[in-house]
């Protein structure tokens, strides 16, 4: 595609619930990378794929939060038993390389757990 | 970790003016960008820059790696203008983690017309 997309664009679940947002990268892209931002602060790095292996995911604050990207293309962040703390922004970038060098941006997914 | 910081937190300007905002990163960077958080949470790419200069239209960035500073450049600022600017580094030696990005706090600016 054109850019990077994201979906949902918003999501309230409530607590306990499970959630799984979905990033289609830019076609080509080797590299995927989830982020979380908080209201008021820069996005943090969650998780990173090079075409389908997840290579880096210190990032998870949780064993709640699971990633995947089975045929190195759309991925899915998968957050279960949701809580109030896992509100913020997950936002979905990619990078036509392995490494780099450029990383672009989706619209991110609003995640509100009530 | 690598520590970006961002200065200043907030900046009010009158349409027109012109303005500075700073990223300092404590470490060794292979990439540095630069974006522009609009309103509807889109982070838009600006620049591109781990060293050199770099100018489109109005914006213009300049990155010193061995300084460990970028400045991001705005002139005749416009009311679209305003947002929140982040700035982003990778960090040497993460090459595991691909080009993960580390972000400053933001910049919020708010251009009055």
């Known amino acids: 595609g054109a850019g990077v997309s994201q979906s949902p664009r918003y999501k309230v679940a409530k607590r306990g619930q499970d959630v799984a947002l979905r990033c289609d990268p830019i076609s080509g892209h080797v590299s995927l990378f989830w982020y979380q931002q908080a209201l008021g602060q820069g996005p943090e790095f969650l998780t990173y794929f090079q075409n389908e292996a997840q290579l880096d995911k210190s990032g998870l604050p949780s064993d709640r939060f699971f990633a995947e990207r089975p045929e190195g293309s759309v991925s899915t962040l998968k957050i279960q038993r949701t809580q109030q703390e896992d509100s913020a922004v997950y936002l979905c970038?990619?990078?036509?390389?392995?490494?780099?060098?450029?990383?672009?941006f989706g619209q991110g997914t609003r995640l509100t757990v009530v | 970790g690598i520590q970006v910081e961002q200065s200043p937190p907030d900046l009010i300007l009158q349409e027109g003016a012109n303005s500075t905002l700073r990223c300092n990163f404590s470490d060794s960077v292979n990439n540095l960008q630069w974006f522009h958080q609009n309103p509807w949470g889109q982070l838009i790419n600006l620049f591109y820059i781990p060293s050199g200069t770099k100018q489109n239209g109005r914006l213009s960035a300049t990155t010193v790696a061995t300084e460990r500073y970028s400045l991001l450049y705005i002139s005749s600022s416009q009311t679209t203008d305003s947002g929140v600017y982040f700035c982003?580094?990778?960090?040497?030696?993460?090459?595991?983690?691909?080009?993960?990005?580390?972000f400053g706090e933001g910049t919020q600016l708010t251009v009055n017309p």
């Open positions: 970038a990619s990078s036509r390389g392995a490494w780099g060098p450029e990383a672009f």
């Open positions: 982003a580094v990778e960090a040497r030696g993460q090459e595991t983690s691909g080009s993960r990005l580390t």
